[in-house]
């Protein structure tokens, strides 16, 4: 077409999508081609600016490596990661949270009440749950895969010093639908700022940091997978999360259990830890696919 506008551009280039294209993917690029050329028409982006925005990207890019990706991180202060998450949400399920730049895939299996802390210190924190149905009935075998920082706030592929799949585990649910397993408090950090993300947050007057977390990806057949995280309820940056991760549902407390309580079997540290610990519980409940 020869006498493309500023008015036209968007039918122009919905006019040049195949007959064979998926529905979906007309639908999709339909709403973002005419979202983002109202915008650029509505905001009156000049050469800079768009120049500006492509030089991040193609840093993005550059940043990006096997540990680090900073699209996801880029989409996570946006908002746009939990927006993906709230609309996919069900309510009657727990809600889904952001998955983060950090997981670490194949992470070993390991036994119902194995230990996270070994040598790093910290007060031992016993986890326990539940994977359930939205009817409440338990999901047996479930798989519960689990990550977190270390006391020094770093994940495991940010930080030399730790193992790859250090305080990670992958779990299966007893016939109950039950999980447990130690570990110490995970502790409030900030996501990577030695890049395009963080010269966002700075033009924009925004911090890095997140409240502390457990990362949780639960699977079972014939159910949603569900990716989310736990909070506590006393961390000061819960009402500040700069991924907007935190959900109602999602936030739990930590309990404090007085010293010669620890349970005397069922886990790796029994009959090891004669202090005062806390203990956290987290129920999972995953929707049926038919639902």
Do not use: C
Request: aromatic share 10%; proline share 7%.
């Amino acid at each position: 077409m020869r006498n493309v506008t500023s008015e036209n551009i968007t039918d122009t280039f919905l006019s040049y999508l195949g007959p064979n294209t998926n529905p979906r993917l007309k639908e999709v690029l339909t709403n973002l081609s005419s979202h983002l050329h109202n915008f650029v028409r509505e905001t009156k982006i000049t050469h800079d600016e768009w120049q500006q925005a492509l030089e991040l990207l193609k840093w993005a890019g550059d940043i990006t490596d096997e540990e680090r990706n900073e699209f996801v991180l880029l989409s996570d202060v946006l908002g746009v990661s939990s927006l993906v998450d709230m609309i996919n949400s069900h309510p009657e399920a727990t809600s889904s949270s952001v998955l983060g730049p950090f997981h670490v895939s194949n992470a070993p299996d390991m036994p119902l009440g194995a230990d996270f802390k070994r040598h790093y210190p910290g007060q031992v924190v016993l986890v326990e749950g539940y994977v359930k149905d939205t009817r409440g009935n338990p999901i047996p075998g479930a798989k519960i895969d689990i990550w977190q920082t270390a006391p020094n706030g770093k994940y495991s592929s940010q930080d030399e010093e730790q193992d790859i799949y250090s305080f990670h585990g992958l779990f299966t649910a007893d016939e109950n639908g039950y999980y447990a397993f130690t570990t110490v408090r995970p502790v409030s950090y900030t996501v990577p700022s030695d890049g395009p993300v963080g010269k966002l947050l700075d033009a924009t007057g925004r911090h890095p940091w997140r409240p502390s977390h457990l990362h949780y990806i639960v699977k079972a057949p014939g159910y949603r997978s569900l990716v989310t995280e736990v909070f506590p309820d006393d961390d000061p940056y819960l009402d500040q999360d700069t991924v907007f991760g935190v959900r109602e549902d999602l936030v739990i407390s930590y309990q404090e259990q007085p010293a010669g309580t620890f349970p005397k079997d069922g886990f790796e540290l029994s009959g090891k830890v004669d202090d005062s610990y806390s203990r956290l519980n987290f129920d999972a409940i995953l929707l049926n696919t038919d639902e």
